[in-house]
């Protein structure tokens, strides 16, 4: 009769199945909590310090608001581009999301979040959502972003993709965003991520007083400039030229 403490070979068995099974389990828990993607993203991030630091006579600045930087370092930009070109996620560069549209380069991305110094009571129009990712990196930032796309599929899967990803406070909405979303307005901040031969009046009004505006301006597929617009209290506008960009065009029926 075999007693309790007696060896069996089944229960060494057991044991390293058991034993193996829990190092499966710990090595796929791991691995889905750190993310392939840690390293590239930290990469980029570098990338975009550096692209900084080579800018900082036109931006003013030799370092981004750090709130910025954070959301960059752990907004999933792999998540927001098409999935053959996954390994180009993090380059920092723009990428084609298709429909002739591009995801812009993390430095533009970063530069325009940090442009609109966006503050946790802020509500904040962007006009071209795209992959959504502009969007994505502003989210943690801010109280509400509400953002238009013309491209009715772009917006479908921007919209679906940010809800997947547990974005509750962007919304989404197809719609030319020449004129703005009057039914939110005003907004503390406008972000226009497609250029525009003149500032559009319609945005300009939509702006809270004490509002910034960053929108790229210029002649389509010519070099644009990226002008930061500020309303004061009075609703006195100020124009700056920041730096020059190419971004696809605004389009639209204005
Ligand atoms: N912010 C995006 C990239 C923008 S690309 C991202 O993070 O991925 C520019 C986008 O603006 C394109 O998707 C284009 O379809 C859109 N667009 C162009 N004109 C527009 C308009 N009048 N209203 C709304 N979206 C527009």
Redesign the pocket.
Known sequence: MARDNEFHPSRLAWLVAGTLTLIIVCVVCGKALSDDWTEAREQMVREIEADVRRTAAYIGTDELDPRVMQSMATTLRHE?VPEDIIDLAYYNQPQS?G?G????QPYI?ALMTHLLAPEPDDVIL??????????AVLAPLVAEVHT????AP?AEAADARLSRLGYGNVAVSH????YGLEEHAPYDGIIV??AAGHVPPPLVEQLAPGGRMVIPVGDTWQVQHLMLILKDQEGEVATRGILPVV??????GH
């Open positions: 927001f999301i429909y549209q591009t995801i812009s991305v962007e006009v071209g959502t795209g992959s959504g990712y502009q969007a238009l796309e013309i491209i772009l719609l030319d965003g020449y991520t497609a971004f696809v065009p605004l389009t639209g």
